[in-house]
């Protein structure tokens, strides 16, 4: 846990450094994490999590059809809802309703109120609670007795300003006295957005005869038993149907081809928007990719320029699986700052989705970022670290430290070249260079005033050829074996060269200042021998 905490404290530290790649990255990732969280909250909303519904899976809207007459699709009746309903070993508890209007005249001006007629199970098929007040009961929804009305959050907003109290009230509506009984929560609309307030149905007994049975004027909906899975509840509406078929006063339903089936209810309510958005969904996971395959162009441009410190951290011991490790938690951070900003982005595109999008679909929608869009969205951002980094992860970890090291050597000589001065340009001039003068106190001083000024006779030594820097880890004892004996092989050849020792303690130090560096920044990597250490001291 130690070594991820700093390998990630690491890479934060390079983005600092790196304000301009850092920048473009997180903003290239949080567009595309953005659009998939806005549009996965869409989803969520219409097709997983219905808002004011609990176990939105378990409920069903009954359905019938002719298929001699071309209906496949309709509402049904009372007595095929009262089929449905006395079915309890299939169905928890059942609910019709029909569209109503009212007219209130308890305000400054009349207004026409939009409502539902409902029996009083609606409200549990649903398992939704009111925030005030209670439900209908039985006794209230019978025929001359439904005098008692639930209103919906607007409206009590909008006349009595939210007060509790406003529950135990009269209102007139269409000149006739209610009561209001309750009060449901601002995310519960249906059966449809614009629903105002709630009556009881109060149908008699009349309205369940067998001779209406074709007069298909209500919503049906239902809630499965637990354990009852859909397509048995749709396989026993085949049961019902032939109930029907076998009743001699019914004969019209199988001239007519007449039946019954369910649907869930978010393919009722949405079915028509679902490949459009399953579409759109698949158009922004693209665009995720996209965005991936950017991100991973941009760090492996930026792991050429530290092929050097790879090509040091190979050398002293790190193994490819630990490269790639420090690689990806490097890339954790961009991912962490690419989430948080890619909820930012979610949210203007969530507004932008419903502007956009038609009055009467929109009316009654709220998108927010629940549990389980934040839940989608860090699996997304951590799906996007994985296919943005293991690329140039394992492109970083299978550099060959030796050429690299070696290309870096041959750079850097030419390079201090160009910057000698003149008075230390020979090996002659070395001990009489105004560099060295008495008045210098410290190495870092000479090496500044100079500017490295060694000649290339000592710059271009290399290690001979039989040497080779290992390609990957094996153990801290073969790792410091290895250093001891690039130590001699230097040390002999700088000994042949007889340079100054004041010459060659500066020059040993400015050279190991990167290996402090890299232990500074990696400890956990394996020490170096004793004898490097007094090299580099």
Sequence with gaps: MDTLLQDIRYGMRALVKSPAFAAVAILTLALGIGANTAIFSVVNTLFLHPPGVVQPDRV?????????????????????????????????????????????????????????????????VFGVKPIVGRVFTQAEDQPNANREVILSY?????????????????????????????????????????IDLWAPLGLDSKAFAVDNTFNENYLSVARLKPGVSFSQANTYMQVLTQRVFDNPATKF????????????????????????????????????????????????????????????????????????????????????????????????????????????????LTFSLDGYVLGFTVIAGLVAVLIFGTVPAWHMSHADPYNALRESGRSSTGSRGRQRSAPCSSPENWRSASCFSPERRSCSEVCRASAMSIPDSVRRMSPPRRFRFPTRSTTPTTNRTHFSRLFSTVSRNLRELSPPAEVFRCHSRATMAPLRSIFRDAPQLPAIPARMARFAS
């Design 60 to 124: 069903v809207v009954q359905r019938a059809y002719y298929n001699k007459l071309g209906l496949k699709n309709i509402v049904v009746s009372i007595p095929d809802y009262a089929q449905v309903r006395d079915s309890k070993n299939i169905f928890a508890t059942a609910a019709a309703s029909t569209v109503g209007s009212f007219n209130y005249t308890g305000g400054d001006f009349p207004e026409r109120l939009r409502g539902a007629l409902v029996t009083w199970q609606w409200f549990d």
């Design 154 to 194: 607007g409206t009590w907003q909008r006349w009595f300003g939210s007060d509790p109290s406003a529950v135990g009230r009269t209102i007139q509506l269409d000149q006739e006295p209610y009561r209001i009984v309750g009060v449901m929560p601002a995310n519960f609309h249906w059966p449809s957005p614009q």
């Design 253 to 364: 339903a199988k001239d007519a081809e007449w039946g019954m089936f369910l649907m869930p209810l978010t393919s009722y309510v949405f079915g028509n928007l679902t490949t459009p958005i399953m579409i759109l969904t698949g158009a922004v996971a693209f665009v995720l990719l996209i965005a991936c395959a950017n991100i991973a162009g941009l760090l492996l441009a930026k792991a050429a320029g530290r092929s050097k410190e790879l090509a040091v951290r190979a050398a002293l011991g790190a193994s490819r699986a630990r490269l790639m490790t420090q690689a990806l938690c490097e890339n954790l951070g961009l991912g962490i700052l690419g989430i948080l900003a890619g909820l930012i982005v979610a949210q203007f595109g969530l507004k932008a989705l419903l502007f956009a999008a038609p009055k009467e679909m929109a009316t009654g």
